[in-house]
């Protein structure tokens, strides 16, 4: 099977810009969740959806969301971009909500200038 | 959920085993032990996952004591390849799943 995929890899946005990342799970999985991860903060959970529903929210603020697709693919959007949003964004997939292993995909790259 | 303390550093050579121990004192009876492995600008991957006793596989072993207020991973002949960041977590199945990752342990292996 294929394993998680996510687009783009890296993107440059600048101060004040919005941005959408995408990702796709391995195909039979329902769960995808989302994280940050940052020198600073380590890995950070945002959010978990499954069966197109949000289920579980990180401590972010509002200016993080996302979306799940019927098709469990996954969307994540941050608008008014700041210069503490540089990071590496993660998508893990797992079959079932709940589920123990996570299988993540290489993340996207996202520099704010 | 428990909160994990695993060694910030370690150093090995090629060919030694290394033994990574993770300290998780409030660990629940629900709970499981999660290891995973981060290589730079990738996602983590899972390495293993037990209760108590002990778990084997193609990659590493897992020692939980009785208590379970402690576990080892433990890496058999490491290579230059496992130059990585090793996650402890401690979490149960029973709730919404979401990883809750501490600082991890950076290894290091010299040739």
């Known amino acids: 099977k294929a394993g998680v995929t996510q687009t783009p890899r890296y993107l440059i946005k600048t101060r004040g810009q919005q941005v959408t990342l995408s990702c796709s799970p391995i195909?039979?999985?329902?769960?995808v969740s989302w994280y940050q991860q940052t020198p600073g903060q380590g890995l950070q959970f945002l959010f978990e959806?499954?069966?197109?529903?949000?289920?579980n929210k990180g401590n972010f603020p509002g200016r993080f969301s996302g979306r799940q697709f019927s098709n469990s693919r996954s969307e994540m959007n941050v608008s008014t971009l700041e210069l503490g949003d540089s990071a590496l964004y993660l998508c893990?997939?797992?079959?079932?909500?709940?589920?123990?292993?996570?299988?993540f995909g290489p993340g996207t790259r996202l520099t704010v200038l | 959920l428990a909160k994990t303390t695993q060694p910030i550093s370690m150093d090995s050579y090629e060919g030694q085993e290394v033994n990574i121990t993770c300290s998780h004192n409030?660990?629940?009876?629900?709970?499981?032990i999660t290891w995973y492995q981060q290589f730079p600008s990738q996602g983590p991957r899972f390495i293993i996952q037990?209760?108590?006793t002990k778990v084997t596989n193609e990659v590493a072993s897992l020692f939980i004591p009785a208590d379970r207020k402690s576990s080892t991973l433990s890496l058999p002949r490491v290579s230059l390849s496992d130059t990585a960041v090793y996650y402890c977590?401690?979490?149960?199945?029973?709730?919404?799943?979401?990883?809750?990752f501490g600082s991890g342990t950076r290894l290091l292996v010299r040739p």
């Open positions: 959806y499954f069966s197109e529903t949000q289920r």
């Open positions: 409030n660990i629940a009876t629900n709970d499981y």
């Open positions: 037990g209760y108590k």
């Open positions: 977590l401690v979490d149960n199945m029973d709730s919404s799943y979401k990883l809750i």
């Open positions: 195909s039979g999985h329902r769960s």
């Open positions: 893990a997939s797992s079959p079932f909500f709940g589920t123990d292993t996570q299988y």
